[in-house]
Structures are given as structure tokens and as C-alpha cells.
């Protein structure tokens, strides 16, 4: 298996001491922080704003790499960027003008990347694959973690990177939803290069060794 960037996910942290978590994170050698902000509208649940954000940057130096899971994106990115996000990925349906959105985080000079859900195929980011720097595959209906994986959503994975390698394209893979030591084979396999993983990483299943 190839070496990939792992990026826990807080969703599954100890919410009552997020900083304790936050350091766990740091002695498993995680490179990333995958931040899930979920606004109770575009998925059926509500989780982290920025004040937690800025919280958590004050404690750590790891990349943020905090996912808008929110109807218009547009209007908070630049809080969340005050706030200590590294990388900004919103989602491909929750906005209407994505190449504009992508200029406004490299504008503030933050690596912008674009998720899909399980549902949405990949043909619709042809047109915005030269622009960011990163696309997260979603393998499980987001809104809620610990859920198993949608196998089909591998073969997003594929596609994208074979598009990536056709093109010379340089964002990364990202792949959240169900990982853990029996998926992650598949998903590093198909092309993913960034891991998100919540609940396993955290209970012990999953990024400990990547030799």
C-alpha cells in the first residue's frame, strides 16, 4: 500500500476535551486535522463553527483541513480562514458558482478543495478539476460518522485519479467515510492519497503503521 496523508477526523473526538484529542492526534504522527463544520441544513446535523476552529489552531501547528458540509459556503469562507484553516473544501452541491468560490480561498491564500456525496457522479468536476487542489470523495451519505462504506464510491476514486494521471492535474484524492484497516487498502489502491478517518483512528483500528 502507498503512503498516503492521514487526517483523523475530530467528529469522532472526545468532545469534552478536544485539545486532549487534538494531541492524540499529533502522537500517532497525523499529518492533517480534518475538521467536519455541519450546519443542520445541507446534512442533518450540526457540529463545529469557527470559534472551535480558532480554539484548536491555538494548540496545534498540523494543517486544518476543514470540510464545509453548509449551504452557502460562499459567505463564511473567509471566517474560517481567519479562523486557521490551511485547506477549505465545500461540497459540489451545495453551490452554484464553484470556480468563483475556488479564486476566493486562493485569494486568501488557502488551498480550496471540492467534495462530492455518494450519490453525485464525477463527471460534474471535470470543468473545476484544473483549478483545486484537492478532491474529497465522499463513501458514506455525510451528516454522521461510523457509518460503513459504499463500495461503488471506490470506483469514483479510480476515475478521478485516471483523469489526474490523463491531464497532468495536480490536486490530491481525498477519500471520508467508513475507512478503516479492511477499506483502506482499496481506497489507497484506487488513487486516494489523503485518508480521513474519525472513529477508527481513534479507537486504534487505523493509522498507527503506513510503512
Known amino acids: 500500500m502507498s503512503k498516503f496523508i492521514l487526517s483523523p477526523s475530530i467528529l469522532a473526538a472526545d468532545f469534552t476535551n478536544l485539545g486532549e484529542s ?3 492526534i499529533e502522537s500517532k504522527k497525523a499529518d492533517w486535522v480534518h475538521i467536519d463544520v455541519m450546519d443542520g441544513s445541507f446534512v442533518p446535523n450540526i457540529t463545529f463553527g469557527q470559534p472551535v476552529v480558532s480554539a ?3 494548540i496545534s501547528n498540523l494543517q486544518f483541513d476543514v470540510h464545509l458540509m453548509i449551504e452557502n459556503p460562499q459567505l463564511h469562507i473567509s471566517s ?4 486557521g484553516a490551511d485547506l477549505i473544501t465545500f461540497h459540489y452541491e451545495a453551490a452554484v458558482h464553484h470556480h468563483r468560490i475556488v479564486q476566493q480561498i486562493h485569494n486568501l491564500e488557502k488551498k480550496a478543495g471540492i467534495s462530492i456525496v455518494p450519490s453525485t457522479p464525477v463527471s460534474v468536476l471535470q470543468d473545476i478539476l484544473p483549478f483545486v487542489d484537492l478532491v474529497l470523495i465522499m463513501s458514506v451519505n455525510p451528516g454522521f460518522g461510523g457509518q460503513t462504506l459504499i463500495p461503488r464510491c471506490i470506483e ?3 476515475q478521478l485519479d485516471e483523469l489526474r494521471s490523463k491531464n497532468g492535474y495536480n490536486f490530491r484524492l481525498s477519500v471520508d467515510g467508513g475507512i478503516n484497516n479492511k477499506t483502506i487498502g482499496m481506497a489507497v489502491d484506487a488513487g486516494a492519497d489523503v485518508i480521513v478517518s474519525g472513529s477508527s483512528f481513534f479507537s486504534g483500528d487505523i493509522g498507527i503503521d503506513r510503512k
Request: a positive charge; hydrophobic letters at 60%; zero cysteines.
Open 22 to 24: 487534538l494531541r492524540f
Open 56 to 58: 484548536l489552531r491555538k
Open 80 to 83: 474560517f480562514v481567519e479562523a
Open 156 to 158: 469514483k476514486i479510480a
